[in-house]
């Protein structure tokens, strides 16, 4: 089953054009990761399927229904979360309210507030969440005060707060540790048993360890799709990013 598709999908910036006529498509169950060099329109595209911006042209379709003019709220309740580049918490709450606030979002289209203990829905899925990435013994730290890996464990946990079955990440290695990026990448696995990722990453290892398919943007456009070693294969890719 086709989880996601986008066709011919467009957007531009003044006279300026990040993303230009793009086909896609992301099977239910699989790891996609996407590559290219920076400018290539890799975060405008996963933007665009998160509803963090809108298109200028063509169509997102989710589990086989028109979202494209879907505003963000209304696509967290499909079923879509998406981690951000640079790590976005808030400092000042505590690890368990942070994934609170997250979990609160999946049933509610309100404004950053903590919820009470009335909700326990949402604070059994905070929890879960923070067990699932391992962190549970810091719920009651103040979430700026950890360390900066546990900060991006910590968005991957508002992430799966919102029980989605699709997890988009946004360099997600970024700033870590050898180390860090090794449980990164167990972490991943164990959540694709569930969940639908897909994946920007500057790191050809993970990549290559990840991905079950890989879609290469260079200028806006896809410029090759297919499995790891058809990307290590392709002459234009090679050129393009690889070298």
Known sequence: MKLLRAHNLSKSFGGVQ???DVDFDLE?????AIIGANGAGKTTFVSLLSGRITATAGTIEFRGQ???DLPIHKR???GIAYTFQITSI???LTVLENAAIAAQN???ASPATIPTD???DIYRNANAALQQVGITALQDEPAGAIAYGHQRLLEVAMGLALNPLLLIFDEPTQGLSDAEIQDFCKLVKQINQSTTVLLIEHNMSVVMSLAHRITVFDRGQVLAQGSPDQIRNNANVQAAYLG
């Open 18 to 20: 990040a993303v230009q």
């Open 66 to 68: 028109d979202i494209t």
């Open 90 to 92: 808030f400092p000042n």
């Open 28 to 32: 239910q169950g699989e790891i996609r």
């Open 106 to 108: 999946r049933f509610h």
């Open 118 to 120: 009335g909700h326990p």
């Open 76 to 78: 967290v309740r499909k």
